[in-house]
């Protein structure tokens, strides 16, 4: 286990994940996202702006990626409790020590890197997670209350 400020990864069952290690009320801060800026997403990256995501630099130590891009480890949920604003995670809903800190992937990614089939067995479940670019419309209003700005900006003028 690994502690940074406020939060640990943890690996269970081979998976790694991002908890709490104490309470964070709705609408907190919790952490800042930073990375080395590319146009295209990988397996790692967060889209942060359109044509903006943020990637683990290379030739980092174990530690400094566990301690500086712990952000990495935050697993991807269709029933969240946190969200991408500009550059950091905020809390949809307060969060206790010990649970675990997820983000729905579409919230922030157009098309991902590295689709996958989500098993988190949520009655909103998408099932297959590729991109908002993906989803239809009444998906994207699903997504509304928790997408990232880039994606928002989308949604509205699709909507006009
Ligand atoms: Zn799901």
């Known amino acids: 286990m690994t502690t940074t400020d ?3 990864v943890v690996r269970t069952s081979g998976e790694f ?3 709490a290690q ?3 009320p709705a609408g907190s801060r919790l952490f800042g996202v930073d990375g080395q800026i590319t146009e295209e997403p990988t397996r790692y990256s967060v889209q942060v702006g359109a044509g903006i995501h943020l990637d ?3 030739g980092h130590a174990p530690e400094e ?3 500086r ?3 990495r480890f935050t697993n991807h949920s269709c029933a969240p409790n946190a969200q991408l604003r500009g550059r950091a995670f905020f809390a949809l809903r307060p969060i206790e020590p010990w649970q675990e800190i997820t983000f729905h992937y579409e919230s922030t990614e157009f098309e991902m890197a590295e689709p996958f089939d989500c098993r988190c067995g949520d009655a909103t479940c998408f099932g297959r997670i590729q ?3 993906f989803r239809t419309d009444d998906e994207r209003e699903l997504l509304r209350p928790m997408l990232a700005d880039h994606l928002l900006a989308m949604l ?3 909507h006009r």
Do not use: I, Q, S, T
Request: no cysteine; aromatic share 24%; proline share 4%.
């Open 6 to 8: 406020g939060f640990a």
């Open 17 to 19: 994940k991002l908890v």
């Open 22 to 24: 104490r309470d964070f």
């Open 56 to 58: 683990l630099p290379g």
């Open 65 to 67: 990626l566990m301690d």
């Open 69 to 71: 891009f712990f952000w």
């Open 131 to 133: 991109g908002f670019k």
């Open 156 to 158: 509205n003028v699709v």
